[in-house]
């Protein structure tokens, strides 16, 4: 009789601990409906379906001008400390700077 209990209450725990997963991933999924809705929503206006045309699939109107920024390349620059080993790093720390 004792073991079949054992058994029954680690039954009973783990389908408790599975239920409390299982809300979460309710609620979770819930709320991506719900922004889901919304965004649907939102598309309904032609300004949403102009600008998500022009952000995810870059197009553009007749006459209008698409301007790129491209940001200036720059070297990486390594710094010192980067570099040093673990060792060179302490004998710095405790020799200072030289």
């Known amino acids: ?55 995810r699939l870059n197009l553009k109107k007749s006459g209008e001008e698409v301007v790129v920024v491209v940001p200036p390349k720059t070297e990486e620059k390594k710094h010192e400390s980067s570099l040093l080993t673990f060792w060179q790093k302490v004998k710095k720390f405790i020799l200072g700077s030289q």
């Open 1 to 55: 009789m004792g073991l079949s209990t054992y058994h029954a209450i680690t039954n009973f725990l783990a389908v408790r601990e599975e239920q409390a997963k299982n809300r979460k991933t309710v609620e979770e999924l819930t709320k991506k409906k719900s922004d889901l809705e919304a965004y649907i929503a939102e598309l309904q206006t032609n300004e949403a379906v102009e600008r998500e045309a022009k952000e």
